[in-house]
């Protein structure tokens, strides 16, 4: 079935330091892709999604571009902040159901 | 408007111990989730029910059983407890199956413990 993988963490920054998280994705045809976010002690919730190539996902300063080319949906943020210490989840939607990545622990340093 | 909702929040049992865990949702949704969150393995989708009244089985439903009491609430049951069983789980929700263009929205999680 398909499937995504990201970038295993920890990830440790500085906060205003540029993050990235690689994700690939293998799929049969073109699937949306989505980025989900765990802040500590709570449930996942949508950060930003893409549903066809070149679409471009934006959110809280955050950003993904739907690669099909490099069956990629990486995510960055050009300025971290403390408070984006969080998990992150790459997905991808496959018939009925969302597959997630392991997820990426990020921690932000003041 | 409390979105989807999980009890209990934390619960430690025997191996061999059954219970409930329940969830609702206030959103009007069709299509309801169980998860478990493993440390390396992101989530895994145990059971869905598209809409009331149907329930199938995810990547991952030894052990477990559901119910669709009505639209609002969907509960997770171990009958028999194992320490595999050891995980968090989080309920979620969406407008129809996989939510419109994917959006699903979780509850704050259960962390299970068996012992």
């Known amino acids: 079935g398909d499937s995504v993988t990201q970038m295993e963490g920890p990830v440790t920054l500085s906060e205003e330091a540029f993050l990235t998280i690689n994700c690939t994705y293998t799929?049969?045809?073109?699937?949306?892709l989505f980025w989900y976010v765990q802040y500590p002690g709570e449930g996942l919730q949508l950060l930003l999604k893409a549903t066809k190539a070149d679409d471009k996902g934006s959110n809280k300063g955050f950003e993904a571009t739907y690669r099909k080319e490099t069956t990629s949906f990486h995510l960055e943020k050009g300025s971290v902040q403390v408070s984006d210490s969080a998990v992150y989840f790459c997905a991808l939607r496959d018939d009925y159901k969302l597959s997630f990545g392991a997820g990426t622990t990020v921690t932000v340093r003041a | 408007n409390a979105g989807v909702t999980q009890t209990p929040k934390f619960q430690v049992l025997k191996t061999g111990q059954s219970m409930t865990l329940q969830c609702a949702q206030d959103?009007?949704?069709?299509?309801m989730y169980w998860y478990r969150q493993d440390p390396g393995m992101g989530l895994r989708l145990i059971y869905y029910s598209a809409s009331e009244g149907t329930t199938d089985k995810g990547e991952v439903p030894n052990g477990y059983n559901v119910s669709r009491l009505n639209k609002r609430e969907f509960s997770l049951r171990l009958e028999s407890a194992a320490p595999s069983q050891t995980s968090v789980y989080f309920c979620?929700?969406?407008?129809?199956?996989?939510?419109?263009?994917?959006?699903?929205?979780f509850g704050p999680g259960t962390r299970l413990l068996v012992l």
């Open positions: 799929a049969t045809g073109y699937p949306s």
């Open positions: 979620a929700s969406s407008v129809g199956l996989a939510g419109a263009l994917g959006t699903q929205y």
């Open positions: 959103m009007n949704h069709n299509s």
